[in-house]
């Protein structure tokens, strides 16, 4: 990676983006050494503009941004870092350093759920459940989807605690993310799907006949 210090008098700019969540979380300078001690260390580290030296981030806290990747833009004067950050970042406590909530949304798991299994089915490793549905074939994958999704209906009437429903529920969406996957499909292509539905413009009897392939006049 060839960097340009030299545009801003030795330093570029750093933005600091939450490996997982995507949110932008602070943004830093940087000098040759920072940089180089951040990738030697795993741990991000700034030039102090105002103190004028190095400094970790966490150092004091204990808060410490973990490294995952980093990239330059462009022009190789500025870095994108993703990081795993050990705690709130922003010196006043806050999870960023424009006081917004940096939590994770665990349906955004769903794309890593199937970016696992997806690679389950190009590897196919010994031992692995996944890999065994995926020998099997389609018609057994849909078999269990059928199996879990009459698992959860079963459990939606006669269960008034929703324990046993989130538990079979999950075993559902886990094996349609898998039948998707055999069938080269995304559960993003699902909420795609579902996004247009939610267009108040949206012609339910059109697209369905569109989807089967059958256009009618009205």
Sequence with gaps: MELDFEKMNGLVPAIIQDARTKNVLMLGFMNKEAYE?????????????????????????????DLVSIKEDCDQDTLLIRVHPNG???HKGTDTCWAEDNSYNPIEFLSELQDFIE???QQMPEGSYTTALFKKGTKRIAQKFGEESLETVI?????????PLVYEAADAVYHLIVLLTDKGVRIEDIAAELLKRHDPS??????????????HRK
């Design 37 to 65: 001690k951040t990738l030697q260390t795993k741990k991000v580290t700034f030039w102090s503009r105002t103190r004028k030296c190095l400094w970790t981030k966490g150092e004091t806290s204990g808060h410490f941004l």
């Design 88 to 90: 709130p970042v922003c």
């Design 119 to 121: 690679t389950r089915h």
């Design 155 to 163: 459990e939606a009437v006669s269960n008034e605690d929703s324990a």
């Design 202 to 215: 949206w012609d339910k009897d059109r697209r369905l006949a569109k989807a089967k392939g059958v256009y």
